[in-house]
């Protein structure tokens, strides 16, 4: 039997509905994406921060949300999660390697996308604006690691 390589760079890309579900059908992709490409080195932590992000779409956006998953050549991988919100979220609205804004200790929530930044190599988000009524334009979150 013959295995044929896909060529590099690779990319896959999945429609979430918005749906409590999405994180866990995100998670089950990129697992099973990063194991076929031989990745498994980063599969625990791109799992871990994709679910931040796709369960933070399902939050605060009100429709559906897509995920991309990209190899960008020397071992790196870019992770990118579009929603129907424009608002970026703290830390996405400062530049990478800003200072993350602190978190109560009580707070229920805050800390997903301080992961992010904490665990990827790189991140960032802009908003891609409101469009017109029916329009989802919405925001794009992105991480990468890998590489270094």
Request: charged share 20%; net charge positive.
């Amino acid at each position: 039997m013959v295995t044929v390589a896909p060529p590099h760079p690779w990319a896959y890309a999945l429609r979430l509905p918005h749906d409590p579900r999405a994180a866990r059908v995100a998670r089950m992709t990129v697992r099973a994406a990063l194991t076929g490409h031989g990745c498994r080195e980063v599969v625990d932590v791109v799992e871990l921060l994709t679910s931040e992000l796709v369960s933070n779409a399902y939050r605060h956006a009100s429709g559906p949300a897509s995920l991309r998953l990209t190899s960008v050549g020397g071992g790196r991988l870019r992770v990118g999660v579009w929603d129907t919100s424009p608002h970026v979220p703290a830390p996405f609205d400062r530049p990478s390697g800003a200072r993350p804004p602190s978190v109560p200790v009580d707070a229920l929530g805050g800390r997903g996308l301080l992961l992010v930044q904490e665990y990827a190599d790189s991140w960032g988000g802009w908003s891609l604006g409101e469009g017109a009524v029916g329009r989802q334009v919405g925001k794009l979150l992105w991480f990468e690691v890998g590489g270094g």
